[in-house]
């Protein structure tokens, strides 16, 4: 299974820009995706975005124009570019590999401020 670590949560006022990171323990140019979800209390776990193997991209229309989502095959490594965030952006968010299996990433906590 695909170990994931991630990094880059944290607070940030509304307008403001975070970067997430997640490193995969093993070669992302062959996953078949890779990709963001978060989930905010009380409420289920959401698609924010994916990468796919050839390199398109898929983001949920409410982070469209402000996401986005890029990775660097030579670290193994897929990013979460986060600008303009809104308090509703507020959620933990998880790393997720499509290999075989699919694996997580630990969670990392986003916090905007209004």
């Known amino acids: 299974q695909v170990q994931l670590v991630e990094s880059g949560g944290g607070l940030v006022q509304a307008g403001g820009s975070l970067r997430l990171s997640c490193a995969a323990s093993?070669?992302?140019?062959?996953?078949?995706?890779m990709g963001w979800y978060r989930q905010a209390p009380g409420k289920q776990r959401e698609l924010v975005a994916l990468?796919?193997?050839?390199?398109?991209?898929k983001y949920r229309d409410s982070v469209k124009g402000r996401f986005t989502i890029a990775r660097d095959n030579a670290k193994n490594t897929v990013y979460l570019q986060m600008n303009s965030l809104k308090p509703e952006d507020t959620a933990v968010y998880y790393c997720?590999?499509?290999?075989?299996?699919?694996?997580w990433g630990q969670g990392n906590q986003v916090t905007v401020s209004s």
């Open positions: 990468i796919f193997s050839p390199g398109s991209t």
């Open positions: 093993g070669s992302i140019s062959t996953f078949n995706a």
């Open positions: 997720e590999a499509r290999v075989i299996a699919t694996s």
